[in-house]
């Protein structure tokens, strides 16, 4: 079932047993479900935690997790098997089912146990036999109000695990959903935890919660919605907690600034689908006098300089660097001036036009008049005017075959090459050969 469809259901009017009953009976991946329950009359198929939480709030769960009760591991791999492929790393009672149909989405399969959760709207079960929703701990309440709840005593909870309290964020800021008052009090006073401090077997001082984790956190609740992820970070007291070189009001403009960076004008002028996380770091950083050391220090004291997977192409911690190295470029460099394939090479790339997004976002907030805010404007009417990406027309071996010399002429010819092929003057291959005997002729 593809998401629009769920989507659509969320829209709809439907009940929530609705939406679970749908969920399983329409998706692919629990084709065999229905049978597994005929030949097993006293089994049943729960879906529940995340899984069932995602499913009621309109969300696809990439990877979902089931609970089947009643059936012995050995019947449920005999049943499986012939629909896919079953890894039992996790022991017997805990399953991973790839089906054949989905083959790059993984099935959690639970044996007789339920999912672990944290929040009452994680507690709901839908049960498919009896095609039902039972809610013992008002979680289906809190879901209609979109509600982010700790059960029992907030506290005691964050105690025993503090870091329920990024989960917390992070789904929040995932989901777009509320804290409820007294876990939002709870967690600003048990935010402490997070740093605290033990002795290893060697006897020197460690953080008990490894720093990696909680700068996974931060980064994870930004990315998921850098508006309402940043205002849940400096609100909670988070951001001041692992980075309180950042003064309140150097945070909340950088909040502002995000929320001009990450709106859809923005990443509409500079061609953007998403600004990189990189972005989202250096935005808040950018308004303190120390701004790269800061940033840098910071990425690097919770292991964020390199994340390939939210940042595939490239070092974190290098792009915030480049990013605040270069915000102020329009201060003493006219765009204007440069020539075609220099502005390309400086703004036309992804980490470039992330650049503009973030000088435009912080004269935004700013609110300033500076000569930098005019040539910005100049450079996005030039980032405009710039073709689609053109494969280049000639490589270095080109200039080989014409027997230049390697040195740094190279650069240079190459570089008159690419400036004709942007204006239009350069059509071809056969136009830049041209072009580039004429200029080899007068070296």
């Known amino acids: 079932m593809s998401e ?13 047993g609705n939406r679970a009953r749908d969920f399983l009976l329409r998706d692919p991946r629990f084709s065999w479900a229905n049978n597994l329950l005929e030949q097993n009359k006293r089994s049943d198929i729960l879906l529940a935690g995340a899984s069932l939480r995602d499913v009621l709030l309109g969300h696809m769960p990439t990877h979902p997790s089931i609970t089947i009760q009643g059936i012995s591991p050995k019947n449920i791999r005999q049943a499986l098997t012939p629909t896919g492929n079953l890894d039992l790393e996790g022991g017997e009672h805990t399953m991973t089912y790839r089906p054949k149909s989905a083959p790059n989405s993984n099935l959690y399969i639970l044996v007789d146990t339920l999912p672990p959760t944290d929040f009452t709207i994680d507690t709901p079960l839908y049960s498919l036999r009896e095609q039902a929703l039972q809610d013992n701990q008002n979680g289906l309440a809190d879901l ?19 870091l329920r309290m990024l989960r917390a964020l992070r789904l929040a800021a995932s989901h777009s959903l509320h804290i409820a008052a007294e876990t939002w009090h709870a967690l600003q006073c048990s935010l402490p935890r997070l740093n605290k401090i033990t002795r ?80 989202i770091v250096a935005a808040l950083f950018m308004y303190h006098e120390r701004n790269s050391k800061l940033a840098s220090d910071f990425l690097k004291k919770f292991h964020l300089g390199h994340l390939t997977g939210i940042s595939p192409a490239t070092s974190v911690a290098t792009d915030v660097a480049w990013l605040l190295a270069n915000l102020d470029h329009f201060h003493t460099h006219d765009p204007a001036s440069m020539t075609p394939s220099a502005f390309e090479k400086h703004f036309a790339s992804e980490r470039g036009r992330n650049l503009l997004a973030l000088m435009h976002s912080k004269f935004m907030s700013d609110g300033s008049h500076h000569i930098a805010r005019e040539r910005l404007h100049i450079a996005r009417r030039l980032l405009n005017l710039l073709p689609s990406p053109l494969p280049k027309l000639l490589r270095g071996r080109d200039l080989t075959t014409l027997g230049v010399p390697p040195g740094p002429s190279y650069r240079t010819l190459l570089k008159k090459v690419r400036d004709g092929q942007l204006t239009g003057q350069l059509k071809n291959r056969d136009d830049a050969l041209s072009f580039l005997q004429l200029h080899v002729s007068h070296l």
């Open 200 to 279: 290893n077997e060697a006897g020197k001082p460690e953080f008990t919660h490894p720093r990696q984790i909680i700068g996974s956190s931060f980064l994870e609740t930004l990315l998921h919605h850098p508006t309402y992820g940043s205002s849940l970070i400096g609100d909670s007291g988070f951001g001041h907690l692992i980075a309180p070189e950042l003064s309140h009001g150097a945070w909340a403009k950088g909040e502002a600034a995000l929320s001009t960076l990450t709106h859809k004008d923005t990443l509409g002028h500079f061609k953007l689908a998403a600004v990189s996380a990189a972005a």
């Open 144 to 162: 209609h109000e979109r509600l982010i709840r700790v059960p029992g005593y907030p506290l005691r909870s964050f105690a025993e695990d503090p």
């Open 4 to 16: 629009d469809l769920l989507l659509r259901y969320a829209k709809q009017s439907y009940s929530l």
